[in-house]
C-alpha cells in the first residue's frame, strides 16, 4: 500500500497538467496528470503536496484545499491512496519537469486529455467549485476501470 498527493493547480481558468513522457517504466506513461508524488517517512498530506509540487514544478504552495482523497485497487499494482489537492495560491517561476512535459490547459479541456479511466470520475467533482468533499474507490483490471464508488461528505 502507497500514499501519494496529487495537486491540481489553477491560474486563469487553467489546470497546471503534467504529460508524463520522460520516466522510464513509467506507470503513467503518456498520460495527463496533476502534479504530485509519493510521500516521504514522515510527512503529512500537506507537506507531501508542497514539496511534491516544488520538485516538479519549481512553484512554492501558499495554500491549497484536500478536495478529495481516492482509493486505487488493482490486479496488477499495490493499492494506493491519493491525497487530491487544488490550489490558485502560489509563487514562482516553472521548471521543466524531469518527468514530463508541463502544460497550463483550459479547466474544460482536463476532462478530454488521456488521463486514467478512474480520474474523469474525481476531475468532474473537483472542477465544479463548490462541490464537497467527498472520497472514491477506483477499481481496475489492468488499465481498465471495472468500477467506482463516491461517497460524498
Do not use: Q
Amino acid at each position: 500500500m502507497k500514499n501519494v498527493t496529487l495537486c491540481y493547480i489553477e491560474r486563469k481558468g487553467k489546470y497546471l497538467m503534467l504529460h508524463r513522457t520522460k520516466k522510464e517504466n513509467d506507470l503513467n506513461k503518456d498520460k495527463w496528470i496533476g502534479v504530485g508524488g509519493k510521500f516521504e517517512d514522515k510527512e503529512s498530506p500537506e507537506e507531501c503536496v508542497k514539496r511534491e509540487v516544488k520538485e516538479e514544478t519549481g512553484l512554492t504552495l501558499k495554500t491549497c484545499k484536500l478536495r478529495c482523497i481516492v482509493t486505487y485497487v488493482s490486479n496488477e499494482w499495490e493499492t494506493e491512496y491519493m491525497y487530491v489537492f487544488t490550489s490558485n495560491n502560489f509563487e514562482g517561476k516553472l521548471i521543466e519537469c524531469r518527468e514530463g512535459d508541463l502544460e497550463w490547459v483550459e479547466k474544460d479541456k482536463v476532462i478530454g486529455l488521456k488521463t486514467w479511466e478512474g480520474d474523469r470520475v474525481f476531475l468532474e467533482r473537483i472542477l465544479k467549485e463548490n462541490n464537497p468533499f467527498f472520497t472514491a474507490r477506483l477499481e481496475y483490471e489492468g488499465e481498465k476501470l471495472i468500477k467506482s464508488d463516491v461517497n460524498e461528505y
